[in-house]
Structure formats: structure tokens, C-alpha cells
């Protein structure tokens, strides 16, 4: 079940074609499909774990931004930990 209270951001190239709030007329919107997303990783049917190569303090933003920059290949998945 999806929780408002999440920090979580899915972006792709088809973000925006649908609306952002549920809504009768349409099947899809962001709401809704984040919700189906965070349900099929809550169930292990969205495999996950292996895409985050890295997870980092906020404060080495910085020094991985460069990174990424400089080794494309090493970096699969960033996840920035704000409890570290």
C-alpha cells in the first residue's frame, strides 16, 4: 500500500502523459501507478536490490556526481541514504 509519507521518485520519459491524481476517465496516473510500484516491490514481484550499485551519505553528493560523471560504467543505481 502506497504512504504519502514516502520520499520516493520514479521518473521515466512518459512521466507526464498521465495525470498526476486518480481519475475516473483514465486508467493510469502517477499516483496510481507509484502505488502498483512500491505494492510489486513490497512482494518481491519487482526485482530491485540488484540495480543500486551504490548507496551514499547526501553529503558525498558532490564527490559522486563527479564520479558518475568521470566512471559511467561502475554506476548501475545511486541511493542517496538520509538516515547516514
Known amino acids: 500500500m502506497f ?9 521515466g520519459a512518459h512521466e507526464w502523459k498521465d495525470p ?9 496516473s502517477i499516483i ?3 502505488e502498483i510500484i512500491i505494492d510489486y ?4 514481484r519487482l526485482i ?3 540495480l543500486l ?4 551519505r547526501p553529503g558525498d553528493c558532490g564527490e ?3 564520479d558518475i ?3 559511467k560504467e561502475k554506476y548501475l543505481g545511486v541511493v542517496f541514504d538520509w538516515t547516514r
Not at 504512504?3 to 521518473?11: A, E, T
Not at 498526476?20 to 493510469?28: A, C, I, R, T
Not at 516491490?41 to 518481491?44: E, I, P, R, T
Request: glycine content about 2%; charged content about 30%.
Open 3 to 11: 504512504h504519502s509519507d514516502y520520499n520516493l521518485r520514479f521518473k
Open 20 to 28: 498526476y491524481e486518480p481519475d475516473s476517465f483514465v486508467k493510469h
Open 32 to 34: 496510481r501507478n507509484t
Open 41 to 44: 516491490m513490497a512482494d518481491g
Open 48 to 50: 530491485y536490490k540488484p
Open 53 to 56: 550499485t551504490h548507496t551514499v
Open 64 to 66: 559522486i556526481y563527479d
Open 69 to 71: 560523471r568521470r566512471n
